[in-house]
């Protein structure tokens, strides 16, 4: 009588143990399937066997190594803004260390330079080009996506062996890189797997090997330039597109606006006039706001909080022809329908909040913007011209989510420095002055009146929303 309990707990743990050494394997699958190796696709200066400057033991010299291809590289960083997540704040440039909060946990960013033990010193171009092209590290490791990769995939072998001899050329720091903090189950590799298997395809072979090849080929070719950059390098859609639960986004393609993750400030739609949709500016009008932070297509239009540190620390320094490029793609983006601008509002999750009621001018509201607006902002939200941006009429007042604003009101707003605007107008912080009730009063008070129609804002929205960045 106690063989077949036995028998069947021996068949029970051979089905266990059948069934883990198929998802073993269906994990070790997804794991190589994409990785890339001997990937010599359009390898460039690689390829053609030019002087990299480097080697597995002595990076970092740059003897030998093109200047043209440096320069070209260094340019190529600056348009994808690396600098920005690979540089601590206050430490040495490309060092890493600067965490990239996310839902899952903080993803640190690693370091760049050519220190041997703690850079990119043993890297050679072959495997940085399957960093920027199939998301795996030296050694095959995968790579979480908070690197865009999905959005690097596109990137040309040329430009990733430019983008190389660049970094190999700057000064070692060696600084370790700061472990990932993520919550289980999305520390583990297994996961990461799966993910990929789910939302990620590395750019077929050949489709690297011009600016934008195989996109939609009866487009000029300075639209195919701008789709290579904002599409890929310039990774737009890393926060102009919403995410589902697991972090991914619908495409590369997708401008269509969401609230980006943690920092919850809200990147408006590129294919929406009701938005940020450019259809009806000018080339100019888009390209200088690219440029300075600033433009005027009819009112005055500036940027701030993450996109100003776009503005500021990337799309300031490319070319009259790339931004131009840019600007001729965003301009072209199909727009969608225009809806009412008086969408229900989004909290802080980024999910539907209470906030269903269309905003209406209260004493409170008034009083408050009498008192801490309207010496700038104007009387009836005018604006002033060269200065202060117009509240009335003005689509970063009635987006559907009132995050931008909250964040503006609490933490101040404060357009990049550049060439273009030396000396911005910038507006001061509230947080200390104001409670959550004042800020939900004045900004219901601005989105209700002067022709305005957008949700009201609630006290709930701003609390969610203080002290996140």
Known sequence: ?????????????????????????????????????????????????????????????????????????????????????????????????????????????????????????????????????????RGGRLLYPAFPYPNYTRVTRADADALFAYLQGLRPVTQANTPHALAWPFDQQAALAVWRALYFRAAEAGATTGPNAGREPGRSAEWQRGAYLVEGLGHCNACHASRNALGATASTLDLAGGLIPVQNWYAPSLTSPAEAGVADWSVPHITELLRSGVATPGALVTVMGPMAEVVGGSTQYLNDADLQAMAVYLKALPQAAAAGRAPMADGASGHDTTATTAATATPAGAKLYDLHCAACHGEQGEGAPGAYPALAGSRAITLRSPANLVHAVLEGGFPPTTAGNPRPYGMPPFATLLGNDDVAAVLTHVRGSWGNRAAAVTSLEVSRLRGTK
């Open 1 to 137: 009588m106690t063989r077949r309990p036995a028998r069947k707990l021996v068949r029970a743990a051979a089905g266990m143990a059948g069934a883990a050494a198929l998802c073993a394997a269906a994990v070790w699958w997804l794991g190589v399937r994409d990785a890339g190796e001997g990937d010599t696709e359009g390898q460039g200066a690689a390829k053609s066997g030019a002087p990299m400057g480097t080697t597995r033991s002595g990076a970092g010299t740059g003897t030998g190594t093109d200047p043209s291809l440096v320069e070209r590289g260094a340019y190529l960083a600056r348009a994808g803004n690396c600098q920005g997540c690979h540089t601590a704040q206050g430490g040495a440039p490309y060092a890493g260390g600067r965490g990239v909060p996310t839902p899952f946990g903080t993803v640190f960013a690693p370091n760049l330079t050519p220190d041997a033990s703690t850079g990119l010193g043993r890297w050679s171009a072959n495997d940085f080009w399957r960093a920027l092209h199939h998301g795996r590290a």
